[in-house]
């Protein structure tokens, strides 16, 4: 087997296609096989075995907090601040700099995520099903409207046609609509504060509310787009003043689910981490750390919602490694991404941790270490791990169905053995989720959250 750092390089580059000219890769001539001796791809990638955490890290002088110049642009009559009341219950969590992050638990308008929902439905439900055991009402704590467009992050990193005034218009008014919903709901606005579902949608959000800070000519020219959509309130946009993912609400959120709600015992499963790079590298300043989880030396979420259930949290060596999405090459260099996810990711959890389980917190961590695995046997690597979000494995030792609510039959990375190690009956699951669907089939549906409190309002 190839040296993994040379594997990185160069299996990527041996199974790139390349277009008839042979000028290169489907993307660029940059992805061309570099034909480096094995010491030398070895010398060129030796950057990516270096311990990198907070300690070793240059923090160097404190930088400027983006929600300080908020707070001036709503004193001088530009922007709406969507602000985090007491009645968000929020949770104050550090970050990377020492900085206060303060957390909404409840009254949360959930921003979900377009690859979740049509790659991975059981990261979606298992967080609703969470609101619903902690008896979050449906319309007043928590609201899962229609009313809601793509982030098209995705678009924008992976085809290079997308702007930056596209970028700000859709966040603007995903944001405005957040503000406002409540308001259909006999609410005050602001009464929902967003919880952003998705990595790719969180980093994107908080780039693009940093450049809307830095720059007065981006403001005025997505403030005419808005007024023209009629997203403008009182002639202004509405920023948030925290943009939070999903997984700080897991973590603050970590210690109830453990002492309320878990049922299943995990001490005797071993747990790898991937965190997604649009949540830590990404607006590096604004991701969670904690003294406590990892020596504060790594972001806490995923391994403290691990800790707190009790499982064995495994390390493993390419831990800071993207997991072979990126993004562009997904799309023009698919095989470099299947052959990086294996070799980086799957391969080395396996071998090193023995993996039972891998937890990620973004879609397309998630999908791209999930939907790949089966490519390892065409290339005689039959590495298998089981790849879900932290929220998804916290579901399952709290006694969520793994096909009903955790929807594990989505996935194609193998869940069963993981499943049965935990206790629960895959073969009884899949039995009581056939006769479900039987129901369904009968019109008797089971909804997880009332579908006549989503609203459809104006574009």
């Known amino acids: 087997m190839q040296d993994d750092q040379q594997s990185a390089t160069a299996s990527g580059a041996k199974h790139a296609g390349k277009p008839p000219d042979g000028k290169g890769g489907a ?33 160097g002088e404190r930088m400027d907090d983006v929600r300080e110049h908020l707070y001036e642009l709503e004193k001088d009559g530009q922007i709406i601040i969507h602000r985090i009341a007491d009645e968000h219950a929020p949770i104050s969590a550090k ?12 009254q949360l308008w959930h921003h979900k995520s377009c690859g979740q929902c049509g ?25 899962d409207e229609t009313d809601q467009t793509s982030c098209t992050a995705w678009n924008y990193h992976g085809s290079g046609i997308g702007n930056m005034e596209s970028l700000a218009a859709v966040f603007l008014r995903n944001m405005h609509q957040a503000y406002v919903s409540g308001m259909q709901h006999g609410h005050q606005a602001g009464h929902f504060y967003p ?19 830095e720059s007065s000519t981006l403001r005025e020219k997505v403030t005419k ?26 973590h603050v959120m970590r210690q109830r689910i453990a ?10 499963i071993r747990v790898t981490a991937h965190v997604a790079c649009h949540y830590y590298k990404m607006i590096h300043e604004d991701a969670i750390y904690d003294s406590e989880i990892l020596d504060g030396n790594r972001t806490a979420i995923i391994t403290s919602m691990a800790q707190a259930l009790g499982a064995q949290v495994m390390d493993y060596s390419t831990w800071y490694d993207c997991c072979g999405f990126g993004f562009r090459h997904i799309i023009s260099e698919r ?122 309002g104006k574009a």
């Open 195 to 213: 919880l952003i579902h998705c990595g790719t949608s969180f980093g994107n959000y908080k780039e693009v509310r940093k450049y809307l800070v």
């Open 225 to 250: 787009i808005l007024g023209k959509l009629g997203r403008l309130v009182d002639g202004k946009p509405v920023i948030p003043e925290e943009i939070v993912h999903y997984s700080e609400w897991a």
């Open 335 to 456: 095989e470099f991404t299947r052959s990086f996810t294996m070799d980086r990711k799957i391969r080395v959890v396996r071998e090193e941790a023995n993996s039972d389980v891998m937890l990620a917190n973004d879609t397309g961590c998630v999908t791209t270490m999930d939907k790949n695995q089966w490519i390892g046997r065409a290339h005689e690597q039959p590495f298998a791990v089981p790849i879900m979000a932290e929220i998804q494995f916290a579901a399952l030792a709290c006694g969520a169905d793994p096909f009903k609510i955790v929807q594990l039959q989505w996935h194609a990375s193998p869940c069963e053995e993981l499943v049965e190690k935990m206790g629960i009956s895959w073969a009884q699951a899949k039995a009581n989720f056939e006769n479900y669907i039987k129901e369904v089939e009968q019109g008797n549906i089971e909804y997880l959250y009332d579908p006549t409190l989503a609203y459809g």
């Open 95 to 106: 970050t990377l700099f020492g900085w206060e992050k303060r957390i909404p638990t409840r």
């Open 259 to 268: 002492s309320e709600l878990q049922t299943i015992d995990v001490s005797h």
């Open 27 to 59: 993307h660029s001539a940059a992805f061309a096989r570099a034909g480096l001796a094995p010491d030398q791809a070895t010398q060129a990638t030796d950057w990516v075995r270096q311990r990198i955490d907070r300690r070793n890290l240059d923090l």
């Open 119 to 143: 790659n991975i439905p059981g990261y979606p439900t298992a967080l609703l099903w969470f609101m619903n055991r902690f008896g979050f009402v449906p319309g007043k704590d928590y609201l």
